[in-house]
């Protein structure tokens, strides 16, 4: 019988239950510095209070992996980490209460002394319990016992792998060389090597062993024989390709597709978890974007109709994820012929063809209006080059089409015209703002460089690289660092 292997929140139980601890501990030594006599649970506020804070400690540790590799982590690492985590949850804490008008009811330095007991505590329980766990690294009680089945030249990156970036969970009994006789190597960081001469499953018999594992490079034969007599045993079986370590630049899993069993490989696999907290956000802003885009909308419109009576939109069928096409909203910038014109001024353009962008365009509105140094002045150049024209996408983020960060949408014709590798830009959702906007966009004119930038950003995902690239792109735009 084989008991899966703890993971996620239950692999780190210990130190999320030190955690929750150190954070009551720092909560009633803060009240009880500010008030002296009372104890914090007896006041209604107070003992509400923390319960918020728990809760808010459970969804940082949630959201964040508060304890993702801590064991691997340095000293230095780790108090960073903590800082992180009690900064979260202080500043989150300071939300929900200005929200529910309650924040005058407590004091900043409570604030302040509870920040600082819980990142003095949480450090030192978190260290503690690493001492701990690493002490006990060479002890294997209550630890499975794992018995590798490998070649030669694979046995040191299976022992490395299975040691070093374990969870203490096992320790290998013994490695057997399935091509050698008599191996020239008799140990490997002290764990015993046999080779084929030797009976090693009469050893096995008579050893303790919980589990035995099989890695193989992937044109070798499965030695269907070994694995019948470890199974006859009552051994649990795993087995493995050295090709599932190589990929570098992909993520692999197992799982399913309706009954088939598979093995599932992607530049970028996310969790559930994150995928959710990415559509909250986009949600969230997409509600702020699409009211502070009907402000504008109140003095944008009237001034684009004067220049150019029309429709005051832009819409424009576009490249959603996967090459799904959806409509795309902008106000407009151009006047109504822009895309007949567009044929007019490919020569001009400087992103190679596959991307369309070219200064001082003739097409937008107003641009025959010149300012001192002969630069195009019109309204449609002030939308563009205050990108309020992209303001209206906050309707598709909304609807679901586009994200806050992603990649530029491409237009059908740019899509049309793709290589390859190309396509990997559209293996996420298309963003109002990205990597490239972020990145320079009006100097960088290689199309291939937009292509890498959008890879190392699929590659890279995170919900907290989506906030930087959002604080950036404010920063861009305030600084009119180009505009798409």
Not at 57 to 75: C, E, G, M, W, Y
Not at 411 to 440: A, C, F, N
Request: net charge positive; glycine share 6%; charged share 25%.
């Amino acid at each position: 019988m084989y008991e899966k292997a703890k993971n996620g929140w239950l692999k780190h139980l210990d130190f999320i239950v030190l955690d929750l601890i150190c954070s009551q501990l720092s909560f009633v030594i803060s009240y009880y510095i500010l008030q002296r006599l009372t104890f914090a649970y007896s006041v209604v506020f107070y003992r509400y209070q923390a319960i918020v804070l728990t809760i808010l400690q459970l969804l940082v540790i949630f959201f964040t992996d508060a304890h993702k590799n801590i064991l691997r982590r340095s000293p230095g690492q780790e108090l960073a980490r903590v800082v992180q985590h009690v900064f979260s949850i202080s500043f989150l804490d300071m939300v929900y209460l200005f929200a529910v008008h309650q924040i005058n009811l407590i004091s900043r330095r409570f604030f302040v002394i509870y920040a600082v007991a819980l990142i003095v505590l949480s450090f030192t329980a978190r260290s503690l319990n690493k001492y701990r766990l690493n002490r006990n690294r060479d002890q294997n009680e209550g630890k499975r016992s794992i018995f590798v089945f490998t070649l030669e030249r694979e046995a040191d990156h299976v022992v490395t792998e299975l040691l070093d970036t374990s969870y203490n969970d096992f320790f290998i009994r013994g490695i057997f060389l399935m091509e050698s006789s008599t191996p020239d190597i008799r140990e490997i960081r002290g764990i015993p090597v046999y080779g084929r001469s030797e009976n090693v499953f009469e050893r096995i018999s008579h050893e303790w062993v919980d589990e035995a594992l099989i890695y193989l490079p992937p044109n070798y034969p499965l030695p269907e024989t070994y694995v019948d007599t470890l199974l006859e045993m009552g051994i649990t079986v795993h087995y493995s390709f050295s090709v599932l370590d190589q990929g570098g630049w992909i993520d692999q899993q197992t799982g399913k597709l309706g009954d088939l069993h598979v093995l599932t490989s992607s530049l970028r696999i996310v969790s559930v978890r994150d995928l959710a907290l990415k559509r909250v956000m986009d949600i969230l802003g997409g509600i702020v974007g699409c009211i502070l885009t009907g402000i504008i909308f109140l003095f944008v419109a009237p001034a684009i109709y004067i220049q150019s009576p029309g429709p005051i939109f832009f819409v424009q069928e576009r490249i959603g994820r996967g090459g799904k096409k959806f409509r795309m909203y902008k106000f407009r910038s151009m006047y109504l012929d822009a895309e007949e014109r567009k044929k007019e001024y490919m020569a001009k353009n400087k992103m190679d063809g596959l991307m369309f962008k070219m200064d001082d365009d003739p097409r937008i509105i107003g641009s025959e209006k010149k300012d001192r140094n002969g630069r195009p002045k019109g309204i449609g150049n002030f939308i563009r080059n205050t990108s309020l024209d992209e303001f209206p996408q906050f309707w598709n983020v909304l609807k679901g089409d586009m994200s806050l960060v992603g990649t530029r949408p491409p237009t059908v014709d740019e899509w049309e015209r793709y290589d390859l590798h190309h396509r990997i830009r559209m293996s996420v959702k298309p963003g109002i703002t990205g990597m490239w906007q972020v990145s320079g966009r009006s100097d960088i004119t290689d199309f291939e460089e937009v292509v890498r930038l959008d890879t190392e950003y699929i590659r890279n995902w995170s919900w907290s690289l989506d906030l930087k690239i959002l604080l950036k792109t404010v920063a861009v735009v305030l600084h009119r660092d180009g505009a798409v």
